[in-house]
């Protein structure tokens, strides 16, 4: 976050920023805003304080683009500490730091794989999911109840990085709404421990990963089918209703019409077609 950029113009803008630990996600956005001199501006998948990693930040138009994004499995670098407990699951809230018993590195590997399935568990109160609008973290640190319900989370692929004792780092790809901290706290349970979270880092959202801020093509990343349209372009930019008749594709479903300059979100249902976004600018 060394450079400033000037944009005059408020053009749309999608890129993937690094957010620090201790800050919250939403702070991270204005300093965002403020480095790109645009107000208009929105971020995907929110990190707590606590976490840091890459975050997707859209401007302009492309913050009407989130829903469709290619965004999971997310992936994350977590270091779980044997033998300390928090009230948090992470180093904001220790309770007390215990020795404990050295593991061998083959027993840990074999723990983690047994995780790499569908788990019923329930999130940390200070997780970022929001109950009536706010989110947890916030209600819990101001030492108010918090009461979630169990969640599911899908751990696709786990991985062993190293072990020095206490701590073990891994990596592990979920699904949408999985909270790592939870993922600690049954891994240090499973090998008969207790432990909490000293680092957790963001790797990637599905195919967003941190590139030194490089503008992406928001084309590049939508989870949409291509429908071939064979009418008239100045329809689209001026939204005017237009005819099933004119597209390739007729069944059901959200679709892409792309043009050189922008591109459009339809929706065919019962032969009726209808705009979810529409004349979204490309540059």
Not at 165 to 181: D, L, Q
Request: charged share 25%; aromatic share 14%.
């Amino acid at each position: 976050m060394q450079k400033r950029f000037y944009n005059k113009d408020k053009l749309n803008k999608l890129v993937v920023v690094y957010k620090p630990i201790y800050i919250s996600s939403n702070y991270f956005l204005n300093k965002i805003k403020r480095m790109y001199k645009n107000k208009k501006a929105g971020f995907s998948g929110t990190l707590d304080p606590f976490a840091c990693g890459c975050l997707i930040v859209a401007f302009g138009q492309y913050t009407k683009l989130f829903k469709y994004f290619k965004k999971t499995p997310k992936t994350y670098r977590a270091v779980l500490w044997l033998g300390a407990r928090s009230y948090s699951d992470d180093l904001e809230n220790i309770i007390d730091i215990k020795n404990s018993k050295i593991l061998g590195v083959d027993f840990i590997k074999e723990k983690l794989q047994k995780l790499q399935t569908s788990i019923i568990y329930k999130p940390s109160i200070y997780c970022a999911k929001k109950i009536n609008g706010v989110r947890a973290y916030t209600l819990a640190r101001k030492g108010e109840l918090v009461t979630l319900k169990d969640e599911i989370m899908t751990v696709s692929k786990i991985k062993f990085i190293s072990y020095s004792h206490p701590f073990i780092t891994f990596e592990a790809s979920v699904s949408e709404g999985s909270y790592i901290r939870s993922l600690g706290q049954i891994l240090a349970k499973r090998l008969n421990s207790v432990g909490t979270l000293s680092c957790l880092e963001r790797l990637n959202e599905g195919e967003f990963f941190y590139d030194n801020l490089n503008s992406l093509d928001p084309l590049d990343y939508l989870d949409l089918e291509q429908n071939i349209y064979t009418g008239t372009k100045e329809w689209l930019e001026d939204g005017k209703k237009i005819s099933i008749e004119h597209l390739k594709n007729k069944s059901n479903g959200k679709y892409l019409i792309i043009f050189d300059d922008f591109f459009s979100i339809i929706e065919i249902e019962n032969f009726l077609v209808k705009y979810i976004l529409n004349k979204v600018m490309r540059k």
